[in-house]
Nanobody, 125 residues
Framework: QVQLVESGGGLVQAGGSLRLSCAAS????????MGWFRQAPGKEREFVAA????????DYSDSVKGRFTISRDNAKNTVNPQMNSLAPEDTAVYYC??????????????????WGQGTQVTVSS
């Protein structure tokens, strides 16, 4: 079993930055693909970014590409998305997710085995 805890959310003005963190504990392993998703009120959960366990290959949704950067520190069992140039439409609860190494797209929430509780990000205009 793996536990994921997100942190770093908060209130920020448009154009500002936030750095989220996801700390993994329990049966941790470097062989987890990690993903970030978000859900705004009244909307479905959507893919934000992912990073593979092998090779650290990253993937971003079109809406955040060029503004967000995801990285992982396997020694610390953390995954950190750096979010820059935030806009009000980025307001959502952000969730960290983990799965065993998988060849399917990291954009599919159904392929993840473990989820954190989420952290709120609010961007004011």
């Amino acid at each position: 079993q793996v536990q994921l805890v997100e942190s770093g959310g908060g209130l920020v003005q448009a154009g500002g930055s936030l750095r989220l963190s996801c700390a993994a504990s329990g049966r941790t392993s470097i062989y987890y693909d990690m993903g970030w998703f978000r859900q705004a009120p009244g909307k479905e959960r959507e893919f934000v970014a992912a990073i593979t366990a092998i090779g650290g290959v990253t993937d971003y949704s079109d809406s955040v590409k060029g503004r967000f950067t995801i990285s992982r520190d396997n020694a610390k069992n953390t995954v950190n998305p750096q979010m820059n140039s935030l806009a009000p439409e980025d307001t959502a609860v952000y969730y960290c997710a983990a799965r065993w190494v998988d060849t399917r797209s990291g954009r599919l929430p159904g392929t993840y085995n473990y989820w954190g509780q989420g952290t709120q990000v609010t961007v004011s205009s």
